[in-house]
């Protein structure tokens, strides 16, 4: 398979484990390049772990189990291979604390996406090429806030601020984003303006996109499909049409309601 059409990530019979705890086990899923998926569960249900796992932030356990990224191996036999460079560079990574440097300009916060393709000591001294302000300033635009180009992030709203993180990304040429509660700071206004972006990054772009979400509502309205984690397992891999009340006790127990972030209808 070419890696242009390569799933974005494609995890088999994967476990990770925290002493005693086993966050993931036998995590088997494939996300394919043009799909935007939420990532749903129970608090400690091994949302973050599988996403930061996919990006080789942390070595899987040991065994049988394969990571691949965009068709290349990044982790096996509980070793992170030098694949994960390259994957690391085509998987935007978005965080529900937006992680911007809140000293720095959205600006030069997003110019930061560009550092992987260029020398650090440009950054530094702020000599970027002018095609990449040009860019810089083309993602700000996409994504709704040029209009703060200039402001410190951290006098941002948590939405301009989410959005700014979405430019970066853009910036560094991601061909997919994985978002671990990008909306779990946010109002409800700002939550569906982040949302609907990377509905649009994904429709639009084609950007595959891999979301932890805990509102399952959201899940629902703004993802075709859902893979729901219980206690380290996959309990759901389908479509978000499919999670009836019967679905959603099986995975969050009699208080399912409760992870609904906007009342059920
Ligand atoms: N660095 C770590 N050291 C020890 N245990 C950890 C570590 N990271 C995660 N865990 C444990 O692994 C399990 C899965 O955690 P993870 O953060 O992946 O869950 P989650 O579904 O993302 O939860 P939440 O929705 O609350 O963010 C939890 O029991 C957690 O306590």
Redesign the pocket.
């Known amino acids: 398979m070419s890696p242009s059409i390569a799933a974005v990530a494609s995890v088999r019979d994967v476990s990770?484990t925290?002493?005693a705890?086993?966050?993931?086990d036998g995590v088997s899923v494939e996300v394919g390049a043009g799909e935007m998926v939420a990532l749903i569960?129970?608090?400690?249900?091994?949302?973050?772990?599988?996403?930061?796992s996919i990006t080789g932030l942390?070595p899987i356990d040991p065994g049988k189990g394969v990571i691949q990224v965009f068709g290349e191996t990044v982790q096996q036999n509980g070793r992170i291979t030098g694949a994960v460079r390259r994957a690391r560079g085509r998987l935007g990574m978005i965080f529900q604390q937006f992680n911007l440097v809140g000293r720095l300009s959205l600006f030069s916060n997003v110019m930061l996406g560009s550092l992987g393709r260029l020398p650090a000591w440009r950054g530094l001294i702020g000599l970027w090429p002018r095609a990449d302000k040009d860019k810089a300033m083309a993602a700000l635009h996409r994504v709704g806030v040029s209009e703060y180009a200039a402001q410190r992030a951290n006098t941002l709203s948590g939405g301009q601020q989410q959005r700014g993180a979405i430019a970066r990304v853009l910036l560094q040429g991601a061909k997919a984003i994985l978002a671990?509660?990008p909306v779990a700071s946010l109002d409800p206004v700002s939550a569906r303006k982040v949302m609907e972006l990377l509905v649009e990054l994904n429709k639009r772009d084609g950007l595959g996109v891999i979301v932890?979400l805990?509102q399952v509502d959201y899940a629902i309205r703004y993802c075709d499909r859902v893979i729901a984690?219980q206690k380290?397992k996959v309990v759901y891999d389908g479509p978000s049409t499919g999670l009836d009340t019967k679905r959603l006790i099986e995975i969050y127990g009699p208080e399912y309601e409760d992870a609904f972030w906007e009342a059920k209808a």
């Open positions: 990770k925290y002493g705890r086993k966050a993931l569960g129970p608090s400690g249900s091994g949302k973050s772990t599988l996403l930061r942390h671990d509660e932890t805990h984690l380290g």
